[in-house]
Structures are given as C-alpha cells and as structure tokens.
C-alpha cells in the first residue's frame, strides 16, 4: 500500500489558544487581511489580540459561499494595504476564500489560471502568502486542507483551487470559539464533521492513517455531538 498524508504545517489546539495568535501572526508581518465571516464583528477578540502585539489588521467580511470575485476583492485589498499574512476567523467559507486570496498574493497571473473545470488548471508555481487558519465550526476541516472550494455565479459550479502549497502554516483550533454557536449551527456543522469522518472511512482509497482518525472521529461524534446541541457551553462535549 501506498498512501500520502499532509496537512497545515502546524495545528495548535486547546481551549483558550486563540490568545496565542498575536505573537504568531508578527512573526510573519505587521499586516493582516483579517478575512471574517458574515458577522465580522464576531472577530473583534482576534483584532484586539493583534492590535496587543502590534499587528495592524484590514478586515475582509465574507457573507456566503466564496466566489471568484470576492477572492480578487480580497487579493486587491491585501496588495493595496501591503498585507503580508492572511488570518480567517470563521466557518469554512471564510477558511476557503482565506486560503485562496493567501494562495493569489504570491502568484501571478488570473484565479482562473488555475481554477479546476472552469479554468485552465495550472499549479501553482509559488507557496502561499503565509496563512493562519482559526475554524469557528467543528464541520468543514478547511484549516488542514489544501483546497479552496469557490463558486462560480457565471458558470453555475463549485470549483476547487488546490495546491499544497494552499495548507496553512498554522491552524489555531479553540473549541471556546464554538460555545456560542447556536444549536442548529451546531448541529447542521457537527453532522459535517461525522460525514467527513465516514466517507473516507468506507471510500475505496481509505489508509491506515485515515481510518486511525476516521474511528475515533467517529467515537467522539457520536458521545458528543447530542449533548454539544443541548448544552452549547458544555466543554467536554465541545
């Protein structure tokens, strides 16, 4: 058997991590694209922990599903404002439409350069602006992935950029960014996550390092995810 395993470079996890970013992103610049979701005052702890350690930042909201455009919206923003590291602070729309404006920073030429299915396909020639990925939900798994799912309005389809170079360098997991989740939310993100688990589980290219994650993803799913619905402040079920 042969199999390839690879994710964000570094994966800090644990309740309260979150005020480990400042010093963090100042290793990579002065200058953050704070790419936020719909609500982007939800990351305003995030923007005083930067402001703490002296890291000036632009926020970027993203209300829906990335598409094309925002993506080039938020690359302009970040090239006018001399960004020099890309922080999301949200669920997976935010994570993916992060990663790729990281990914456009420091490549040249068009998105569709190198979109699948509605582009023309090219690899990236150069590692991403560096990226730090903080999930808001437990669902999509966006912070240790390398592809970005965006959406195309002309054409009427999701496409994925996908690089290696698109893992982040750091992906800052703090389960306390989920207690105030309503429950739907929970629940709608926390059956994503269990899917996410059992597909790969059952796929045909399934290996010993997924399904080692795989089953015991599983197991925490199913003792958690009911009582994380009921009680959202419930830290052990979180």
């Given at each position: 058997?042969?199999?390839?395993f690879?994710?964000?470079?570094?994966?800090?996890?644990?309740?309260?991590?979150?005020?480990?970013?400042?010093?963090?992103a100042?290793?990579f610049?002065?200058?953050?694209?704070?790419?936020?979701?719909a609500n982007?005052?939800?990351?305003?702890?995030?923007?005083?922990?930067l402001?703490e350690y002296?890291v000036?930042?632009?926020?970027?909201?993203?209300?829906?599903?990335?598409?094309?455009?925002?993506?080039?919206q938020?690359?302009?923003l970040?090239?006018?404002?001399?960004?020099?590291?890309?922080?999301?602070?949200?669920?997976?729309s935010?994570?993916?439409?992060?990663?790729?404006?990281?990914?456009?920073?420091?490549?040249?030429?068009e998105?569709?350069?190198?979109?699948?299915?509605?582009?023309?396909?090219?690899?990236?020639?150069?590692?991403?602006?560096p990226?730090?990925?903080?999930?808001?939900?437990?669902?999509?798994?966006?912070?240790?992935t390398?592809?970005?799912?965006l959406?195309s309005?002309?054409?009427?389809?999701k496409?994925?950029?996908?690089?290696?170079?698109?893992?982040?360098?750091?992906a800052?997991?703090d389960p306390?960014?989920t207690y105030?989740?309503?429950?739907?939310?929970?629940?709608s993100?926390?059956?994503?996550?269990l899917?996410?688990?059992?597909e790969?589980?059952?796929?045909?290219?399934?290996n010993?390092?997924?399904?080692?994650l795989c089953?015991?993803g599983?197991r925490?799913?199913a003792?958690?995810?009911r009582?994380?619905?009921?009680?959202?402040?419930?830290a052990?079920?979180?």
């Amino acid at each position: 058997m042969r199999f390839e395993f690879a994710t964000a470079t570094r994966v800090i996890f644990g309740p309260g991590v979150l005020r480990e970013v400042g010093p963090l992103a100042r290793r990579f610049a002065p200058r953050a694209l704070v790419v936020a979701g719909a609500n982007p005052r939800r990351a305003e702890p995030l923007l005083s922990l930067l402001r703490e350690y002296g890291v000036a930042a632009n926020t970027f909201p993203v209300p829906g599903e990335p598409e094309i455009e925002t993506v080039q919206q938020g690359v302009a923003l970040a090239k006018q404002e001399n960004c020099g590291v890309v922080i999301s602070f949200g669920g997976g729309s935010a994570l993916d439409a992060g990663k790729a404006i990281a990914a456009m920073l420091s490549n040249t030429g068009e998105l569709l350069d190198y979109l699948e299915v509605i582009g023309r396909g090219k690899a990236l020639a150069e590692p991403s602006a560096p990226f730090i990925a903080i999930p808001t939900t437990a669902g999509t798994g966006s912070e240790v992935t390398r592809n970005a799912v965006l959406a195309s309005r002309a054409q009427g389809v999701k496409v994925s950029l996908r690089s290696p170079f698109m893992l982040p360098r750091v992906a800052v997991v703090d389960p306390e960014l989920t207690y105030d989740l309503p429950p739907a939310v929970t629940a709608s993100t926390g059956l994503d996550a269990l899917t996410q688990l059992i597909e790969p589980y059952v796929c045909s290219r399934a290996n010993p390092m997924t399904d080692a994650l795989c089953v015991e993803g599983i197991r925490r799913a199913a003792r958690s995810l009911r009582a994380a619905f009921a009680d959202g402040r419930n830290a052990a079920a979180r």
